[in-house]
């Protein structure tokens, strides 16, 4: 009779658990930029610390998935952060960075409140003051296959960002490796040649346009 009983209470939670609607994960690709090389060895990073990395790009192309209920899927949002120091340096503290939200035009107003979730959410510290957000055409081209690396990002006229594959002709010293890592989870990442990565936009105080620099990561994310 016990195992009858305790057979019969495991069907009956299994049941209630059945009709508990999953929460639907968000899903899709991420693109990542600063004004420092990521990719490269210390003697390199060491000249460039606490005088460049104060600046970054992040982008978020959701491929599918909800947000707090709103379903964000095919929608893009960028966070574009200007800190205090080096991004990823251990020995200075970066914060608190200011930042600028671009949130994705095709987006109504309930799904744009989602994105600026979703990017506190994934981009935390970062964007805890946000100081301006802007709408824009927003679109992110990720390469597949023998493209796999060229990715490319343009936020209107705010923000631009082009990346390749790293090839051997961009070793500089042979010690070259993944000195500072992605500023948000990834499912997976690595890092990227960016050609160009500009801001234009209002907010932070500064505009910039980068070019040729080992300074990028492209991956996927998911929630």
């Given at each position: 009779?016990?195992?009858?009983?305790?057979?019969?209470?495991?069907?009956?939670?299994?049941?209630?658990?059945?009709?508990?609607?999953?929460?639907?994960?968000?899903?899709?690709?991420?693109?990542?930029?600063?004004?420092?090389?990521?990719?490269?060895?210390?003697?390199?990073?060491?000249?460039?610390?606490?005088?460049?990395?104060?600046?970054?790009?992040?982008?978020?192309?959701?491929?599918?998935?909800s947000w707090e209920g709103t379903?964000?899927?095919?929608?893009?949002?960028?966070?574009?952060?200007?800190?205090?120091?080096?991004?990823?340096?251990?020995?200075?503290?970066?914060?608190?960075?200011?930042?600028?939200?671009?949130?994705?035009?095709?987006?109504?107003?309930?799904?744009?409140?989602?994105?600026?979730?979703?990017?506190?959410?994934?981009?935390?510290?970062?964007?805890?003051?946000?100081?301006?957000?802007?709408?824009?055409?927003?679109?992110?081209?990720?390469?597949?296959?023998?493209?796999?690396?060229?990715?490319?990002?343009?936020?209107?006229?705010?923000?631009v960002v082009k990346t390749r594959?790293?090839?051997?002709?961009?070793?500089?010293?042979?010690?070259?490796?993944?000195?500072?890592?992605?500023?948000?989870?990834?499912?997976?990442?690595?890092?990227?040649?960016?050609?160009?990565?500009?801001?234009?936009?209002?907010?932070?105080?500064?505009?910039?346009?980068?070019?040729?620099?080992?300074?990028?990561?492209?991956?996927?994310?998911?929630?």
């Amino acid at each position: 009779m016990r195992n009858i009983l305790g057979a019969g209470l495991a069907a009956l939670i299994l049941a209630g658990l059945a009709i508990v609607p999953a929460k639907a994960a968000v899903t899709g690709d991420y693109l990542e930029v600063r004004n420092a090389d990521v990719w490269t060895g210390p003697c390199y990073a060491n000249s460039e610390v606490d005088l460049t990395g104060k600046q970054a790009i992040l982008a978020w192309k959701i491929n599918k998935g909800s947000w707090e209920g709103t379903d964000i899927s095919g929608l893009t949002v960028v966070a574009v952060v200007k800190a205090k120091a080096t991004l990823g340096d251990p020995y200075r503290n970066p914060y608190p960075s200011e930042s600028v939200l671009i949130l994705d035009r095709n987006a109504t107003s309930q799904q744009r409140a989602a994105l600026v979730g979703f990017v506190k959410a994934r981009a935390g510290k970062l964007v805890d003051r946000v100081v301006r957000v802007d709408v824009a055409r927003v679109s992110l081209e990720v390469g597949r296959g023998a493209d796999h690396g060229t990715d490319v990002l343009q936020a209107g006229n705010l923000a631009v960002v082009k990346t390749r594959p790293l090839c051997h002709g961009d070793i500089m010293c042979g010690n070259e490796t993944v000195y500072y890592p992605p500023l948000t989870r990834t499912e997976m990442s690595m890092p990227a040649y960016s050609e160009e990565d500009a801001f234009n936009g209002k907010g932070l105080g500064v505009v910039w346009t980068n070019r040729n620099a080992r300074s990028a990561f492209i991956g996927t994310f998911s929630d």
